[in-house]
């Protein structure tokens, strides 16, 4: 009597990874649990988690409590390598992906501009992050923020969504589909986590598409780390720096008009 031979891992993409749902959910719920402990802990002490350097601390404790069960499922239901169990590596040649990120962010804001202003109109709901970015004071403040939402985050999320999720769709899926569930969970966990987030849901849903993609082009995550990082480094800086860019343009719009009007009073062109 034959017996089926169990279905083959995918060939070019994390084919050591195994993970279950079971083990992804279990790295998302503890980074929840670090991030709920730390935020009760600083409540408790007087400080507001939506200050810049409490909602670091909290952010931090999200990461390492999730990075940390990542490091335990490695060693213990894994081989041990984060570059084989998650495709948690760093490639100096993926540096071009920070700039192409950046890049990325603009065209699908763009793309998406008109359906967030037909649904939400002028004022669409802003992410909580832009309520702490916007309350920075000091560079240490900035610095943190950077360092949380365009370093940490892009490394955390990536091993999670594309490193756990996805090479868990693809054992059971074929390729586009995976990149379109996997996609479609990254939106919407968002919108989960801030409510206020569901302005940009189809944004991170194209984001999600390019990432998957990034992720099993190229067989792991150093790509998709780096365009990921892009694109919310370009976020922050937005965040931090885009009123004082926006107040410097107009004044620097307003000199010119000054400057042309002078010189076209003295020529007697105008």
Do not use: C
Not at 28 to 37: K, Q
Not at 54 to 68: E, K, L, N, R, Y
Not at 241 to 259: H, K
Request: proline share 6%; hydrophobic share 55%; no cysteine.
């Amino acid at each position: 009597m034959e017996s089926s031979a169990p279905p083959q891992p995918p060939q070019g993409y994390l084919p050591v990874a195994n993970w279950s749902y079971g083990q992804l959910i279990l790295v998302f719920v503890a980074g929840l649990a670090g991030s709920l402990i730390a935020s009760i802990g600083l409540t408790i002490a007087g400080a507001d988690i939506f200050d810049p350097l409490p909602f670091s601390i909290v952010f931090m404790a999200q990461t390492g409590a999730s990075f940390a069960v990542i490091v335990w499922l490695s060693r213990t239901k894994g081989s041990g390598s984060l570059a084989a169990d998650f495709g948690l590596v760093i490639k100096p040649s993926s540096w071009w992906g920070v700039p192409a990120g950046m890049g990325l962010q603009i065209v699908i804001a763009l793309l998406t501009a008109p359906f967030v202003i037909w649904i939400f109109g002028d004022d669409p709901p802003e992410q909580g992050v832009s309520e702490v970015a916007g309350s920075t004071e000091t560079v240490l403040e900035q610095i943190l923020v950077i360092l949380a939402i365009a370093v940490a985050a892009p490394i955390i999320e990536e091993v999670i969504y594309r490193g756990m999720l996805l090479s868990t769709l693809r054992r059971r899926f074929s390729a586009w589909p995976s990149i379109l569930i996997s996609a479609f969970i990254f939106a919407v966990i968002h919108a989960v986590l801030d409510p206020n987030a569901i302005a940009v849901v189809p944004g991170l849903f194209l984001l999600g598409i390019v990432l998957a993609y990034a992720a099993l082009r190229t067989g792991d995550l150093s790509l998709s780390i780096a365009l990921h990082s892009g694109i919310n480094l370009l976020a922050a800086l937005s965040l931090l720096y885009g009123d004082s860019v926006r107040e410097w343009a107009e004044n620097q719009l307003e000199e010119m008009e000054a400057v042309i009007l002078f010189l076209g009073s003295t020529t007697g062109l105008f």
